[in-house]
């Protein structure tokens, strides 16, 4: 029989199964296995860091969300001469960048660098933003706020979202939830609140103001996060030695195409609500919607999750949003439009916070939570990067919405089956249908 403690759980799921046991500890040779460590499970500490992680992530994937009000700005202000699928770059950089990233801050955050990250990367993100309130070129932007910016967040993101892991065990997805929802709760109040500031104090005033609300969140970062497990010396940036494990290939697969092809209804809402009649200051509205129900598919799939599985919850949850990406340009009213976004925000919840439970369920060994998901997000960055780019250039191409929607629902569902496969896998080899 497995012994108690740190693996105990893998034991348990299995019995005497020990073999698929034994095949995720091969996939993580790299790490030494004869340690061992208590499992928290809450306590302030615990909690304090989903505080701080969540404010890490209401300015980093929050303020991603948004984008789409800072594109609709551009294209009517300092961009105006730019199409659109040249927009798009600063914020699909600076979103593929966060994921990027995630392969040097993971390995950093697991060699015990949780703090000077945060702090780092912190000063950084608010400095891009001050550049970016002074910016008036498209190469500007591109350096301070698809650059800059998103290199700031990869070294925040990976890490605060890695700590969980640390603290938490029976109530992990629960905690990822929490976490995955700052995500929702800054996409609902940015867009509101820069649409305002952009009329009432102007663009430069309006990003300083962004960039004061963004060093709030890294102090409260900086201060509450905080790490359980001793640093892992000796690890390697970058290391496919994760792939060794075949479920974890198709489901980091399955997560690229479902990451590309996700979130047109995203970046592209607001200039679609524009161009069919909806008010600009509605269209900000709408963006807002999506965000502000995205929250519950954040949460709400996090806490059936905990009874039925992640794996099982990723894979409804990016299925019927791949199904709403095909119909993402089927409402043309203003009432169809808002509904749409509210339903497309509730089902795309889920893809953002289930994933990273999923992928850390697939870690026998805690200690390399960081390395799973820095390689995870490292090979799904480059698909994040060219989604928004190749939405756009449809877009422009065709002159309508209708291309962009297709391959949008056609590379998430295609990513959906990936991860159906890992799924399976990982079912065979537990011989549970809890995955």
């Known amino acids: 029989m497995a012994r108690e403690g740190r693996y105990s759980v893998a034991a348990a799921d299995v019995g005497e199964k020990i073999p698929p046991v034994l095949e995720l500890e091969k996939a993580e040779r790299e790490i030494p296995q004869e340690a061992e460590f208590p499992d928290p499970d809450g306590g302030l500490r615990a909690w304090g860091t989903v505080f701080g992680a969540f404010m890490i992530n209401f300015s980093c994937y929050g303020v991603i969300t948004s984008f789409g009000v800072f594109e609709q700005h551009y294209s009517v202000n300092q961009l105006k001469d730019e199409p659109l699928s040249t927009i798009s770059w600063i914020g699909s950089l600076q979103l593929s960048l966060v994921l990027l990233m995630g392969c040097v801050s993971g390995p950093l955050f697991d060699a015990g660098y949780l703090k000077p990250m945060i702090a780092s990367a912190g000063a950084l993100y608010v400095f891009c933003l001050l550049m970016t309130s002074i910016s008036t070129e498209f190469y500007q932007f591109v350096l ?55 009329d009432e104090v102007g663009f430069p005033w309006a990003v300083r103001t962004l960039a004061f609300l963004v060093l709030f969140c890294m102090i409260c970062g900086f201060v509450c996060c905080s790490s359980h497990l001793p640093p892992r010396r000796g690890g390697r940036v970058i290391d496919f030695r994760v792939f060794e494990d075949r479920a974890y290939c198709f489901l980091v697969l399955g997560a690229a195409l479902v990451g590309m092809g996700l979130y047109a209804p995203v970046s592209y809402g607001v200039t679609y609500a524009v161009a069919h009649g909806v008010t600009q200051d509605l269209a900000f509205y709408s963006l807002s919607i999506l965000n502000a129900f995205s929250l519950f598919g954040r949460i709400l799939p996090n806490i ?37 976004n509210a339903a497309f925000g509730f089902a795309s919840g889920g893809y953002v916070s289930v994933l990273p439970a999923a992928i850390s369920t697939l870690s026998v060994n805690p200690q390399n939570i960081g390395l799973r998901l820095g390689m995870a997000f490292f090979c799904t960055s480059f698909f994040w990067l060219a989604g928004a780019p190749m939405q756009g250039a449809l877009i422009n191409l065709h002159g309508t919405y209708w291309p962009a929607a297709v391959f949008s629902g056609s590379t998430v569902l295609a990513g959906v089956a990936l991860m159906g496969a890992a799924r399976g896998l990982v079912g065979r080899r537990t011989g549970r249908w809890w995955v």
């Open 144 to 198: 301070s706020q698809g650059l800059g910016v998103g290199i700031a967040m990869g070294f925040l993101f990976s890490p605060s979202m890695s700590t969980i892991g640390h603290h938490f065990k029976k109530h992990k997805i629960l905690a990822f939830g929490i976490f995955a929802s700052g995500a929702s709760v800054g996409g609902t109040v940015v867009p509101i609140a820069m649409r305002r500031l952009f």
């Open 304 to 340: 059936v999750a905990q009874r039925v599985g992640p794996l099982n919850i990723l894979v409804a949850a990016c299925g019927l949003a791949g199904v709403l990406d095909f119909v993402w340009v089927v409402p043309r009213s203003t009432t169809g439009i808002l509904v749409f």
